[in-house]
Nanobody, 118 residues
Framework: VQLQASGGGLVQAGGSLRLSCAVS????????MGWFRQAPGKEREFVAR????????YHADSVKGRFTISRDNAKNTVYLQMNSLKPEDTAVYYC????????????WGQGTQVTVSS
């Protein structure tokens, strides 16, 4: 499985960005896709997850109500819509994949930088 993240950039507080993660490789119905982020000097943090087979989602409390994870089956792409961005959302964002039956994410894409200015 290959993951290619894109869509990061510089935005003012209160603004929006949409991250994309293009997925290629094996069939995806048995995967869960996730977004993580890592700010400078901090540990990597879980942001959101979507199960490819049924579209069920889970969002971290820190982003709930502001961020939305989704998928487009036809485009083999997972999105992270980020609204009402805050300076503390500044981080490198990574997409990842794991089997539905596993806990740890085993496939990772390169990161995309999101910077929110105050």
């Amino acid at each position: 499985v290959q993951l290619q993240a894109s869509g990061g950039g510089l935005v003012q507080a209160g603004g929006s960005l949409r991250l994309s993660c293009a997925v290629s490789g094996r069939t995806f119905s048995s995967y869960a896709m996730g977004w993580f982020r890592q700010a400078p000097g901090k540990e990597r943090e879980f942001v959101a997850r979507i199960n490819w087979n049924d579209g069920s989602t889970y969002h971290a409390d820190s982003v709930k109500g502001r961020f939305t994870i989704s998928r487009d089956n036809a485009k083999n792409t997972v999105y992270l819509q980020m609204n009402s961005l805050k300076p503390e959302d500044t981080a490198v964002y990574y997409c990842a994949a794991r089997y539905l039956t596993e806990v740890s994410f085993r496939y990772w894409g390169q990161g995309t930088q999101v910077t929110v200015s105050s």
